[in-house]
T-cell receptor
C-alpha cells in the first residue's frame, strides 16, 4: 500500500514553455500532498503544501505564479512550471500523507526536468 | 542552529558491520521522527518512524529516540552493499504539519 506515482518521470523542454507534472496516490486518499525540489547533491527543498480543494501554501522564496499547484481531488495534485528557464532544471518530487497514523509522507518516484 | 542536523558523511563501513546514523533536532515540540533512504537519482523511501522514547526495531533496522537529548539514530545491522545510500532524518511536529528534513548522511558499505 501507500503507492504514489508521478508522471512524467523525465521531461526535456525548451526555455519559455510550461511543463505540467502529475502526482497521484494510487491506493489511498491523500489528505495532503507536498512538492519538493532537489538539485544535484543537495537536500530536499519543500516548495509547497497542498490540500484538496484549497489553495496551496508556498514556502518562502517560491514563486506561486511560476509554480502553479492544483489539488483537484484526494488522489491527484499537479505542479505546472510556467515559462520554464534553465535554472528551473531540477528533480521534482511529490509526496502524500493520509495512509499512515503518524502522517508519514510517501514519495513519488520524482520527475527530472531539463530546460534547454 | 539548523532545525535538523546530520553529519553529511560519507560514513564507510565494511559489509556485515553495524552502521550507526545520527540526527539531532532543535524543536522540542517535534513529535514524530522518520528515517528515509535515498539512492542516487531516486526519490526518498520511508524506512521507519518512531515517536516514543526508546528503541524500535524492524528487521535489520533499529531506530532510537531520546527526546530529552533531542537525538534520534538509526542502526543498520549486517550492513550490505545495497544499503549504500543517503539516509535522511525528518521530524514532524504532529498533526498535518510538514516534515523538516536533515541534509542526509551518505552511507557507503564496502564488500
Amino acid at each position: 500500500g501507500a503507492v504514489v506515482s508521478q508522471h512524467p518521470s523525465w521531461v526535456i523542454c525548451k526555455s519559455g514553455t510550461s511543463v505540467k507534472i502529475e502526482c497521484r496516490s494510487l491506493d489511498f486518499q491523500a489528505t495532503t500532498m507536498f512538492w519538493y525540489r532537489q538539485f544535484p547533491k543537495q537536500s530536499l527543498m519543500l516548495m509547497a503544501t497542498s490540500n484538496e480543494g484549497s489553495k496551496a501554501t508556498y514556502e518562502q522564496g517560491v514563486e506561486k505564479d511560476k509554480f502553479l499547484i492544483n489539488h483537484a481531488s484526494l488522489t491527484l495534485s499537479t505542479l505546472t512550471v510556467t515559462s520554464a528557464h534553465p535554472e528551473d532544471s531540477s528533480f521534482y518530487i511529490c509526496s502524500a500523507t493520509g495512509q499512515g497514523s503518524y502522517n508519514e509522507q510517501f514519495f513519488g518516484p520524482g520527475t527530472r526536468l531539463t530546460v534547454l | 542552529q539548523k532545525e535538523v542536523e546530520q553529519n553529511s558523511g560519507p560514513l564507510s563501513v565494511p559489509e556485515g558491520a553495524i552502521a550507526s546514523l545520527n540526527c539531532t533536532y532543535s524543536d522540542r515540540g517535534s513529535q514524530s521522527f522518520f528515517w528515509y533512504r535515498q539512492y542516487s537519482g531516486k526519490s526518498p523511501e520511508l524506512i521507519m518512524f518512531i515517536y516514543s522514547n526508546g528503541d524500535k526495531e524492524d528487521g535489520r533496522f533499529t531506530a532510537q529516540l531520546n527526546k530529552a537529548s533531542q537525538y534520534v539514530s538509526l542502526l543498520i545491522r549486517d550492513s550490505q552493499p545495497s544499503d549504500s545510500a543517503t539516509y535522511l532524518c525528518a521530524v514532524n511536529k504532529g498533526g498535518y504539519s510538514t516534515l523538516t528534513f536533515g541534509k542526509g548522511t551518505m552511507l557507503l558499505v564496502s564488500p
